[in-house]
């Protein structure tokens, strides 16, 4: 099994950016396909982003397309996530997560491995 260990997220203004972590332990990285989750408060934990096992492809919500950039560097075992743009609504916890057999699912129930979290924080 692996770990998972967020880091990077902060309070920045509207348009700044900031750069979210995901550090693993345990398993090797590269036996799973990632994803980034967010959850605000009083709602749902809801899919950012994942990148396969390789790093060769990616997905993105719609909400986060063309401001977010997911990267992973397997050697390091950690994969990353780069918000740009951001906006008050993207306020949240971050969550990465891991999933051995499937890439591409947007629903937080199929990946087997979660971090604790990391708030971020945007002010208007």
């Known amino acids: 099994q692996v770990q998972l260990v967020e880091s990077g997220g902060g309070l920045v203004q509207a348009g700044g950016s900031l750069r979210l972590s995901c550090a693993a332990s345990g398993r090797a990285l590269s036996n799973y396909n990632m994803g980034w989750f967010r959850q605000a408060p009083g709602k749902g934990r809801l899919f950012v982003g994942c990148?396969?096992?390789?790093?060769?492809?990616?997905l993105y919500a719609d909400s986060v397309k063309g401001r977010f950039t997911i990267s992973r560097d397997n050697a390091k075992n950690a994969v990353y996530l780069q918000m740009n743009s951001l906006k008050p609504e993207d306020t949240a916890v971050y969550y990465c997560?891991?999933?051995?057999?499937?890439?591409?699912?947007?629903?937080?129930?199929?990946?087997?491995?979660w971090g604790q979290g990391t708030q971020v924080t945007v002010s208007s």
């Open positions: 997560a891991a999933d051995s057999r499937t890439y591409g699912s947007t629903d937080p129930l199929t990946y087997n491995y």
């Open positions: 990148i396969s096992k390789g790093g060769g492809s990616k």
